[in-house]
T-cell receptor
């Protein structure tokens, strides 16, 4: 596709519910990133994939967060047993190379009630 | 102290003004420096990308990096109401992939 596509755009989850957020990167982009953006803050790094390999997951806040990219294209970020502090915008980005600028999707706004 | 500091603003200027946006950082390992623009309810959009020190110009936008002072700037000439957005500075180290963002500066350009 022409850009990075994320779905759903908005998600409301009850506390304790599991959620799955999808990212469709630009075709051919090797690198894929997940970021979390709280209101009024800059994006915070969560995890990085090069093709299907997850090379860095140091930013995942807890073991309730899990990301995968099994075939080196589409990626899913899963959050188990959601908590109120998980409410944020989750941004996916992709790039041809790992350094330099990314192309971001519009994000998924998660609200945990 | 955060690795990247950025004044959140808001910054309000009249149309046609020159805008100066700045960030400071503490990690001397940073080598890639970016500026992103983010409109409300949208993802960040890459505006400028610079490797190491120096200046880079693209249309009305000029990015400056001073590694000795750990200070980066973005200048916007002839600002337009459509430039109203949040501007995020971002940087990464030699490995490149883990980008650290500032908190963003909200800019309002009044017609």
């Amino acid at each position: 596709g022409a850009g990075v596509s994320q779905s759903p755009r908005y998600k409301v989850a009850k506390r304790g519910q599991d959620v799955a957020l999808r990212c469709d990167p630009i075709s051919g982009h090797v690198s894929l990133f997940w970021y979390q953006q709280a209101l009024g803050q800059g994006p915070e790094f969560l995890t990085y994939f090069q093709n299907e390999a997850q090379l860095d997951k140091s930013g995942l806040p807890s073991d309730r967060f899990f990301a995968e990219r099994p075939e080196g294209s589409v990626s899913t970020l899963k959050i188990q047993r959601t908590q109120q502090e998980d409410s944020a915008v989750y941004l996916c980005a992709s790039s041809l190379e790992r350094a330099g600028g990314y192309t971001f999707g519009s994000g998924t706004r998660l609200t945990v009630v | 102290q955060k690795e990247v500091e950025q004044d959140p603003g808001p910054l309000s200027v009249p149309e046609g003004a020159i805008v100066s946006l700045n960030c400071t950082y503490s990690n001397s390992a940073f080598q890639y420096f970016m500026w992103y623009r983010q409109y409300s309810r949208k993802g960040p959009e890459l505006l400028m990308y610079t490797y190491s020190s120096g200046n880079k110009e693209d249309g009305r936008f000029t990015a400056q990096v001073d590694k000795s002072s750990k200070y980066i700037s973005l200048f916007i000439r002839d600002s337009q109401p459509s430039d109203s957005a949040t501007y995020l500075c971002a940087m990464s180290g030699k490995g490149g992939f883990k980008t650290i963002f500032g908190a963003g500066t909200r800019l309002f350009v009044k017609a």
